[in-house]
């Protein structure tokens, strides 16, 4: 199970891929420590990701990367995720020099969103928008933080294409409190997102 091919599994057989990840991840982080429930959160929208989108071309970005650990064990690093967070074991973010399909080394939070907008600068000016997107992941908590809506704004202005995708996982260092968590309580518990849901368990 060292590299998973997963473009053409049907939704039962992602499930499944999905419950293995979990299985593995609780057994190396129990093992030798390292972000758990993050992770573990975040394992069917990283599946999702790779379903949809290719690493290989496709800068993903995770805010924060420690999140990220479905990632590694999608893009060929299951035989050696046992090392992670170990002396010349797998880091516990992503990083490039460890493997292609790892954009950037990230390992703290709110960077995502404007990393995510150089990236599209660097597509646009090789004329790669046709062939190439950048994938954002990010949780509510790093939405607190000012450079989130910097790049916003430059974002909004260029309008660059970017595939932004809110973990509202309600996870953070501290509760997250204030009006932007007030916001998206109140959009899960609207009739869009509820909707949402329920065609989601029909399929």
């Known amino acids: 199970m060292n590299k998973l091919n997963i473009k053409e599994k049907s939704i039962k057989e992602l499930e499944d891929i999905c419950s293995k990840i979990r299985e593995e991840i609780l057994r190396v982080v129990s093992k030798n420590g390292g972000h758990l429930s993050s992770t573990l959160g975040a394992t069917e929208l990283i599946v999702a990701m790779h379903k949809v989108f290719d690493s290989k071309k496709d800068p993903f970005i995770f805010d924060v ?3 990220a650990y479905a990632h590694k ?43 995510g907008v150089g990236a599209a600068k660097a597509i646009a000016l090789k004329g790669e928008q046709v062939s190439r997107i950048p994938v954002i992941v990010i ?65």
């Not at 992670?84 to 939070?109: A, I, M």
Request: charged share 20%.
């Open 65 to 67: 990367s420690h999140q």
């Open 73 to 115: 064990l999608l893009t060929g690093r299951w035989e050696a995720f046992d090392t992670l967070r170990q002396f010349d074991g797998l880091c516990g973010y992503t990083k490039p020099s460890e493997s292609e399909d790892d954009y950037f080394v990230s390992g703290h939070s709110s960077t995502s969103i404007s990393l």
């Open 139 to 203: 949780g509510d908590g790093s939405m607190t933080a000012g450079m989130v809506y910097e790049a916003l704004n430059e974002l909004g202005d260029r309008k660059y294409p970017m595939v932004i995708v809110l973990n509202d996982n309600e996870m953070s260092i501290a509760k997250p409190i204030g009006a932007i968590s007030r916001i998206l309580s109140s959009a899960m518990a609207g009739p869009f997102y509820q909707s949402l849901k329920s065609i989601r368990k029909a399929l």
